[in-house]
């Protein structure tokens, strides 16, 4: 009994959190076609390579320790191979969702918003550098706001095969 009434309190907890994660995300106020069209992919001649990987090994800590923080939440570019590409999330904004491995010991949700940013072609295996705000959940944690910000504050990207999504 306790452990169905423990259950029962983690479903609404995460439902809770994730009506906070979206009401956050964008209002639902605006129908769908007065929001402003997907931004589109632009080749880059950034060299996210020319980041240290001591960079990269201080984000996967840095998202080892927020693991057990539920209050955790920052910004943070990483970069890994994609494991699992997962079906969007269709409530509210529309998600892409896929699994990125950073370490043998850290995979990582990865949540793009296609409604404000161009669907990514990633597929299993492909290696991938994001920027985005991490933040925690049950589960290891989610990277979002992976796009532009359409109120001109701080966004994020997702590079793949030299095109930088924002």
């Known amino acids: 009994m306790q452990q169905k009434l423990i259950k029962g ?3 609404l907890a995460s439902a809770g959190v994730l009506v906070v994660y979206q009401y956050f995300q964008q209002p639902n106020d605006k129908p769908a076609s007065n929001r402003p069209s997907p931004a589109v992919a632009t080749e880059t001649t950034r060299n996210t390579a020319a980041a240290s990987s001591s960079d ?9 320790r927020a693991k057990n923080d ?4 920052f910004w943070t570019t990483v970069q890994g191979s994609i494991v699992k590409v ?6 509210g904004s529309a998600h892409q969702r896929f699994l ?19 669907r990514v ?15 925690w959940n049950n589960r290891g944690g989610v990277l979002h706001w992976t796009h532009h910000d359409p109120k001109g504050r701080k ?12």
């Open 86 to 91: 997962l079906k969007d999330d269709t409530e």
């Open 70 to 73: 539920p209050d955790a939440k």
């Open 56 to 64: 990269y090994r201080t984000a996967i800590d840095k998202i080892r």
């Open 155 to 166: 966004g994020g990207w997702i590079e793949l095969a030299g095109k930088r999504y924002e």
């Open 9 to 11: 309190l983690v479903m």
């Open 100 to 118: 990125v491995e950073l370490s043998a010991d850290t995979t990582l949700l990865v949540a793009h918003n296609i409604d404000l940013a161009q």
């Open 121 to 135: 072609p990633v597929q299993t295996g492909q290696n991938v550098t994001i920027s985005g705000e991490y933040v």
